[in-house]
């Protein structure tokens, strides 16, 4: 099947269309984002940690020179200390790690939430087809990805250019001062031009931030044929819906039909309402609705209640009233007492005078 145009796409994504992109790990996610975290956490140990990390490194690589003398030429001379070395400066290099490893987790974390799923590495067809490919190479997001590295390339220019070319005479001046000096000239400039680059980059990754969770919306629509495609999914066909909707009422008033035979007196409209009441004298404390309906269900209940010798009584404004407020199988209701215990009465008398044989229609 084509893919949709994306005109055709105007309804807004369904919960359950957002539910399915977040497990499947489609989430609106902005790269410039976490670099700015990244960026955040790298600025922070210059600015703030470089001297303390500085000296922690020079220590031991100064303390490993002045012993080089005292170094035999052999291997195992030379292996114990320069070890030792490695292992101090590789210690103090997992603080500045560790840091960039929690702000990178907190770019991600920040963006999306933490779902484990397989589909973004499951491999499939549109990922090796060269089609997909050379669409997706010049498609409108590879555009937009393109002009954004070259504004950033510019940008971060402009301000290393704006920082730097100050300083030039302090940078010429490098190679006529000691190994210190020439850490702490490289380590001021490297701590400006970070906090610049992350201004700088503050508005881009609010930018990007804010376009890729909309391109991300824009991607999620659907069409109105998607829309009403799910919704016969989740809540089922309507078409099987009504029909099984007209089984179970079928063979609801199967079983109410069944019930008119057992009951003592139908009370009509005449033919627009019926309703058979039950009433088993010492047995039922209230007469009990066993069957209603209008039109055709009601000429049928007359049909069976003649067949099955049930008093009919025509009684149009108790017929309409019961019908309207009792439910099958429930008893009537206080307001209805006096009328009903009337036609029973009525039939009791008249089951009396023939002797319990025999169908009745009385007005």
Known sequence: MAEQDDSQKTEEPTSKKLQDAIDKGNVASSQEFKTWFLLLGATFIIVSLSDFLTARIIAPITAFLSRTHE?????GGIAGPTFEL????????????????????????????????????KPTLEKVSPLKGIKKIFSGRTVVEFF???????????????IVWPERDRLDSLMMVDLFDVLKIIQDLAGQLFIGVLIILTFIAAADLAY?????????????????????????????????RGIRME????????????????????THFAVALEYKHGQMD????????????????????????????ENPPLARAIHATVEIDEEITPDHYKAVAEVIGYVMKLRRATGGIGKRTAR
């Open 286 to 313: 209230v007469p009990k609705l066993v069957a209603k309906g209008v039109d055709n269900v009601a000429l049928k209940i007359r049909e069976i209640a003649e067949e099955n010798g049930v008093p009919i009584v």
């Open 212 to 244: 890729q969770r909309h391109q991300h919306h824009k991607q999620l629509k659907m069409s109105k044929q998607e829309v009403k495609d799910e919704h016969k999914q989740t809540e089922g066909d309507p078409m099987v819906k009504a029909r099984l």
């Open 251 to 270: 063979r609801a008033r199967q079983r109410m039909m069944a019930n008119v035979p057992n009951a003592d007196v139908v009370i009509t409209n005449p």
């Open 71 to 75: 170094m035999t030429s052999d291997e």
């Open 148 to 162: 954004k590295i070259l504004a950033k390339l510019i940008v971060v220019s402009g301000v290393v250019f704006i």
């Open 86 to 121: 490695v292992r101090e400066v590789f210690l103090i290099a997992l603080i500045p790690m560790f840091i960039l490893m929690i702000m990178g987790l907190v770019g991600t974390r920040i963006q999306q939430p933490p779902v484990f799923t397989l589909e973004k590495v």
